[in-house]
């Protein structure tokens, strides 16, 4: 299966211990919401959310490094536009989103292997033992383990993830045989 996804109750846990930090801020909502490879999310600049009129975007469209595919327009919660406009309104639209103390010097955003540093002290700070099972693919899989729970719409979830084959998503959530013979248990004609 993989790393884990963070459950509802988790994400909004970190969210009390992070509010303040604009950066642990933008990265959990963002990453939430945009379901996104930590390379694409990490590669987002401010154009990407805010329009060139200064506006909050409301969706979100990227095209992805591995796959070379356009994602669909992805919705952006209300959460993560008051997080945009508080922390990047005003900044120049050609700048990352994601920049730690030394982007002013570097231009650059922070790595994936930076990013995975801070999803695990997140996790330990949750109260987490073996923070192993959790990396910035546990933050790709939140909202879609969340939707496929409540739907079990894995080609929804495909399509959201901009992932090639309902196989695919399927081994990315986890779906094992054995809960889609119990899924299929629960419905008779």
């Given at each position: 299966?993989?790393?884990?996804?963070?459950?509802?109750?988790?994400?909004?846990?970190?969210?009390?211990?992070?509010?303040g930090?604009?950066?642990?801020?933008?990265?959990?909502?963002l990453?939430?919401?945009?379901?996104?490879?930590?390379?694409?999310?990490?590669?987002?600049?401010?154009?990407?959310?805010?329009?060139?009129?200064?506006?909050?975007k409301?969706?979100?469209?990227?095209?992805?490094?591995?796959?070379?595919?356009t994602?669909?327009?992805?919705?952006?919660?209300q959460?993560?536009?008051?997080?945009?406009?508080?922390?990047?309104?005003?900044?120049?639209?050609?700048?990352?989103?994601?920049?730690?103390?030394?982007?002013?010097?570097?231009?650059?955003?922070?790595?994936?292997?930076?990013?995975?540093?801070?999803?695990?002290?997140?996790?330990?700070?949750?109260?987490?033992?073996?923070?192993?099972?959790?990396?910035?693919?546990?933050?790709?899989?939140t909202?879609?383990?969340?939707?496929y729970?409540?739907?079990?719409?894995?080609?929804s979830?495909?399509?959201?993830?901009?992932?090639?084959?309902?196989?695919?998503?399927?081994?990315?959530?986890?779906?094992?045989?054995?809960?889609?013979?119990?899924?299929?248990?629960?419905?008779?004609?």
């Open positions: 299966m993989g790393k884990k996804p963070i459950n509802k109750e988790q994400v909004q846990t970190i969210r009390k211990i992070i509010s930090n604009p950066l642990h801020e933008l990265l959990l909502n990453s939430v919401d945009l379901m996104l490879r930590s390379s694409d999310l990490l590669s987002l600049k401010v154009s990407d959310v805010i329009s060139q009129s200064g506006e909050v409301s969706e979100v469209k990227v095209k992805q490094k591995k796959t070379g595919k994602t669909l327009n992805i919705p952006l919660s959460l993560s536009q008051d997080t945009i406009k508080d922390h990047l309104s005003g900044r120049d639209l050609s700048d990352y989103i994601f920049t730690g103390n030394k982007s002013n010097y570097t231009r650059k955003p922070i790595t994936t292997h930076q990013y995975a540093r801070i999803v695990k002290d997140w996790m330990s700070k949750i109260g987490i033992d073996d923070v192993s099972h959790y990396s910035t693919h546990s933050m790709r899989k909202k879609a383990s969340l939707i729970s409540q739907t079990h719409d894995v080609e979830v495909r399509r959201l993830l901009g992932q090639s084959s309902v196989t695919a998503t399927s081994a990315y959530l986890g779906v094992s045989d054995e809960s889609a013979l119990k899924l299929a248990k629960k419905f008779t004609l």
